[in-house]
């Protein structure tokens, strides 16, 4: 019984997480003066995910209602894109 409910306390929280991520529009407000990576992890922390190719990378954050993604050339943060959540 005690696995079961503590269980259900860490899905509880979990789901109650999601609650409290800024929306797509939260996030680029945030992050409207940022124009180095330094600028943008100070805006808004570590990215959720992080794509390398070569000297390019795509800082992503997880949003309430979809992600914010921002292309990143050197130290340069480029333009942002917002989009959906990936289905699964």
């Known amino acids: 019984m005690r ?6 306390a860490l899905a509880a929280t979990l789901a109650l997480a999601g609650c ?3 929306s797509k529009a939260e996030i680029v407000k945030k992050s409207e ?13 570590d990215p959720d ?9 795509e800082w992503v954050y997880e949003a309430s209602d979809g992600v914010v993604r921002f292309p ?3 130290d340069r943060v480029g ?3 917002t989009g959906e ?3 699964n």
């Open 20 to 22: 409290f991520a800024d």
């Open 72 to 74: 990143i050339l050197g």
């Open 49 to 57: 995910t992080l794509n390398k190719a070569g000297p390019l990378e």
């Open 3 to 8: 696995h079961v409910l503590t269980a259900l």
């Open 85 to 87: 959540k990936a289905k």
């Open 33 to 45: 003066h940022a124009a180095t990576k330094e600028q943008l992890r100070k805006a808004l922390g």
């Open 79 to 81: 333009p942002v894109v």
